[in-house]
């Protein structure tokens, strides 16, 4: 149950079930919520390699110069965190990629929380940073103070955990007809609002004239639960029109 859920949190949950599982013969194997663990984590350090090397190769649009002023530079990351997993690879995966050794401009990372406290992900991705073999050597103050100058968590959750007030609602609804771009209100889309209604209002110096990559790392199937909710607005302001092969309406054919 979600009482539950918050009371004994996810990694103990799936512990018991996997006890569970195993007095019963069974041989269980335990895969944390959103991939958050040692392994899940390389996804998203691969995929920050993957933006270096677009960074990259951007000077081969840009002439033959390949030197550092003819990159494209990444002032900050921004990007949805519900369980560290992300948080983890992209923190890790920046301070390696973006090392001094490769003449790269080092972006500041911000995760934006939509559940639990900073203090909860920053210990997280500590466990799923030691899994991958990361801090061995420090304490534990000393790892969460690197791991504080990697990347900056910001308390986005709100109303709590997929809860959503109106204005939410009607930002993810304005971005998608806008852009074409889908973002749901329980991930993605709840991060999204907090970066732009209040991170960037308060820190407006720190990101003026910056270059910000937004990352959306999905949450589509939050939708659902919100359709109910969102509905109603969408069928009077949607520029969609759907054909009436029925005639249901009375009258052209055709409704909105």
Same mark, same amino acid.
């Given at each position: 149950t979600p009482g539950e859920y918050g009371r004994f949190?996810?990694?103990a949950l799936l512990k018991k079930v996997c006890g569970d599982l195993q007095r019963m013969g069974k041989v269980p194997y335990l895969i944390n919520v959103g991939g958050s663990n040692g392994i899940g984590t390389w996804g998203y350090?691969?995929?920050?390699?993957? =933006?270096?090397?677009?960074i990259t190769s951007y000077s081969q649009n840009v002439g033959e110069d390949s030197t550092n002023e003819s990159l494209i530079n990444i002032d900050h990351i921004v990007f949805a965190c519900g369980?560290?997993?992300?948080?983890?690879?992209?923190?890790?995966? =920046?301070a390696l990629a973006f090392s001094n050794e490769r003449n790269l401009h080092l972006p500041k990372v911000h995760a934006i929380g939509v559940c639990d406290s900073p203090e909860y992900f920053y210990n997280e991705i500590l466990n799923i940073s030691r899994e991958l073999g990361l801090f061995q050597?420090?304490?534990y103050d000393d790892a969460i103070a690197k791991l504080k100058s990697w990347v900056t968590i910001h308390q986005g959750r709100g109303l709590g955990y997929s809860i959503n007030t109106k204005e939410e609602l009607e930002f993810c609804k304005n971005f998608s007809l806008k852009t074409g771009i =889908?973002?749901?209100? =329980?991930?993605t889309g709840k991060a999204l609002f907090h *970066?732009?209604? #209040?991170?960037?209002?308060e820190y407006p110096d720190e990101f003026q004239n #910056?270059?910000?990559? *937004?990352?959306h790392t999905?949450?589509?199937?939050?939708?659902y639960e919100k359709a109910p909710d969102m509905i109603e607005s969408l069928m009077t302001t949607s520029q969609l029109v759907r054909l009436d092969m029925y005639n249901k309406t009375g009258d052209s054919g055709t409704n909105t």
């Open positions: 949190g996810s990694n350090i691969d995929a920050i390699d993957e =933006v270096v090397s677009q369980s560290g997993g992300t948080a983890a690879g992209i923190s890790c995966g =920046v050597q420090d304490s =889908v973002i749901d209100p =329980v991930y *970066f732009a209604t #209040k991170v960037l209002p #910056k270059n910000v990559l *937004f990352w999905g949450g589509s199937l939050g939708m």
